[in-house]
């Protein structure tokens, strides 16, 4: 491949832009498996409704790369057949191989009905044939971009560079679309349920009539206060763990146990905070679900802070040693003010698991109905987790969907615009640190 292209290979790839058409047929078969298997999650007859498009169209479409990897082979044998170089020839087999394995998989999608299920008696599950042909595109399509970047670069190492990079950055958009995705779900199906007597009403008839205002003035009051408690305990440990304690079976024993709270699952939370939390205030009350979510979420706010007191460069604790500071001034003048960005970044996280859980607060902290704004701390508080948990298992009237919708889409926008403003606030502490 690499003589191939010093002779004319490079002409041929000018003036056809082979390696182009190839990205460009990659991309697109990429772009398409992804959209079908999203769209035949929640709609069945999708793919049924266009077999033409998949048993012929696409099928078409993947022996275009096919035929190019057998005229490459054909064009290598014919100018280099006398050459005796195993690893040449070795390069040169793999034009053959991806011809193969494009026909196979084109020949494969081509007798696949989309229209039938694959059953798994012993397994008791079914499988849409059109997930498997979604699969089956992605799997084409990043054979098809290696392809590419094979004509492009030849095999030599920018080749495998490019891909590995095509690849990273296909993983990036692919949690980009997922997420935007989500979005676009939310915004259908409950953008009709918001409008002002939605955001500011009162919960009414279990939440079929009025709006979600004590939910969302609840959520508000969970997430402070969470954050709090995860930052007055978790920074405190990190600041002890990072500047003060020796590796020792102490601090071995800390790890271990900050790692094995943050794999505890919230359920298991729950049933803590009901058996000990509720029947020491004798009724679900928000300090409570302050606790139990502050205790879930403190790992989290020690890992990230044990990160950013660690990359704070020893020079600095030791130029302000140096000048007559002391070790706790050093800290609270010099290193905290350096971190505070990553310290930052851990309340982001807590807030995003505070405002997200369900099953810890529905034990020790909420209230479906009568949702009121607590007065006290020690009384229940409404929040949209758990209303629209009760909305999901009361459903019986359209009215209740669409509510439940716009519950969702409320707290997504609540927890990103929470995110937002903290982000904002955290780069803005970075400017301010220089090195």
Known sequence: MDRLKIKDFDIIRRITRIDRWAYSIGFIVLIFGFITLLTGSFNKSFISDYTIIFSWIIPAILLIPALISLFLFLKIIISDEKDDNSSFRRKRSIFFVYFIVLIILSLTVHSIDPSLSIIFDDLMIGVDSSIIISILLL????????????????????????????????????????????????????????????????????????????????????????????????????????????????????????????????????LFGYAFLVS???????????????????????????????????????????????????????????????????????????????????????????????????????????????????????????????TALVLIVLVLGIDIIAIIIRDRYRKRIQW
């Not at 205002?213 to 206060?225: E, H, N, R, S």
């Not at 070790?327 to 851990?346: E, M």
């Open 139 to 270: 799997i084409v399509g990043i054979i098809i971009i290696k392809l590419a970047t094979n004509l492009q670069h030849g095999f030599k190492k920018q080749a495998n560079q490019l891909f590995v990079f095509i690849l990273f950055g296909l993983a990036a958009s692919i949690v980009l679309l997922i997420l935007g995705y989500i979005l676009f779900i939310l915004f259908v199906n409950g953008g009709g349920a918001i409008n002002l007597e939605f955001l500011t009403g009162d919960v009414i008839n279990y939440g079929a009539d009025g709006g979600i205002f004590p939910c969302i003035v609840g959520t508000i009051y969970l997430v402070a206060g969470t954050v709090i408690i995860a930052l007055i305990l978790g920074v405190p440990t990190a600041i002890y763990m990072v500047e003060y304690a020796n590796t020792s079976k102490l601090t071995r024993a800390i790890n271990i146990a900050v790692n094995s709270l943050n794999g505890i699952p919230s359920i298991i939370f729950g």
């Open 280 to 406: 020491f205030f004798g009724r679900p009350t928000l300090l409570a679900g302050w606790i139990l979510l502050g205790i879930m979420t403190v790992p989290t706010v020690i890992v990230t802070t044990e990160e950013a007191l660690k990359n704070v460069p020893k020079s600095v604790r030791e130029g302000s040693l140096a000048m007559g500071a002391t070790k706790w001034q050093t800290i609270r003048r010099v290193v905290l003010p350096a971190a505070v960005p990553g310290i930052i970044t851990g309340a982001v996280l807590s807030i995003g698991r505070a405002a997200g859980e369900t099953a810890p607060i529905m034990f020790t902290a909420t209230v479906f109905f009568p949702a009121d704004i607590p007065s006290s701390v020690l009384e229940p508080t409404p929040v949209l987790t758990y209303h629209l948990y009760e909305l999901m298992m009361r459903l019986s009237s359209p009215e209740m969907f669409t509510n439940a919708w716009g």
